[in-house]
């Protein structure tokens, strides 16, 4: 019930394309879903998170869809570029429990 | 670099070394964290420090002691590791713990190797 499971493993596209990666969970008690996107030698850095309150949030390139029916969430990036080549993790927490649940990972490499 | 620093980048040890890792955050932050990071897991909670109080322990053991002396600065001491204990440990901040949703600031981590 703890997990948020996330997909795909790995992605490669090219430059100019989309990228999409999923997530998925189970406990109804998550009310906050952020993405964490994590450079080589770095560590993971906030990029956007969402409310379930809403659908959709835009930041920039980025977007996340969020289906509360079905309990998943998922990360677009538009007009994909190589700097955005990464690994990126979904994330879920709840005002019941503070700790943010982490999927694991999707590493993007983005072709020029 | 970050607000979150963490010494040393790299460290290989024995099993039956002790070791340390350090963590200091300059972010004026009440909350810091141990996450271990092994390739295609979630990232793992292991200690949770609030105002310079352990607030959770997930379960990680006891060849792992966690040391918050302020709310600046945590440590993670390391002894009679296993190699499966090879990871990288991320250090993180937030501004308190209460909050479902709370902001993690992490450091670049400290690439750990037991042999």
């Known amino acids: 019930q703890q997990q948020v499971k996330q997909s795909p493993q790995s992605l490669i596209v090219q430059k100019g394309g989309i990228s999409i990666i999923n997530c998925a969970y189970e406990?109804?008690?998550?009310?906050?879903f952020p993405w964490y996107q994590q450079f080589p030698g770095k560590g993971p850095a906030l990029l956007i998170a969402i409310r379930p309150d809403v659908s959709e949030k835009k930041e920039g390139r980025f977007t996340i869809s969020f289906n509360k029916s079905a309990k998943q969430f998922s990360l677009h990036i538009m007009d994909s570029q190589p700097g955005d080549s990464a690994t990126y993790f979904c994330?879920?927490?709840?005002?019941?429990?503070?700790?943010?649940?982490f999927g694991t990972g999707t590493l993007l490499a983005v072709q020029p | 670099e970050t607000g979150v620093t963490q010494t040393p980048r790299h460290l290989v040890m024995g099993m039956t070394n002790k070791k340390s890792l350090k963590c200091e955050q300059h972010l004026g932050h009440n909350a810091m964290y141990w996450y271990k990071q092994s390739a295609k897991k979630p990232l793992e909670l292991m200690f949770v420090?609030?105002?310079?109080?352990?607030?959770e322990n997930n379960s990680v053991p006891s060849r792992f002691s966690p040391e918050c002396p302020n709310s600046s600065h945590l440590f993670l001491h390391l002894h009679t590791l296993q190699p499966e204990d090879s990871a990288l440990y991320l250090c993180?901040?937030?501004?308190?713990?209460?909050?479902?949703?709370?902001?993690?600031?992490f450091g670049a981590g400290s690439r750990l190797t037991v042999l």
């Open positions: 406990n109804t008690a998550f009310d906050y």
């Open positions: 420090y609030n105002f310079k109080e352990q607030t």
């Open positions: 994330a879920a927490s709840g005002s019941a429990t503070n700790k943010l649940i």
């Open positions: 993180a901040s937030s501004q308190d713990w209460f909050t479902g949703a709370n902001v993690l600031t």
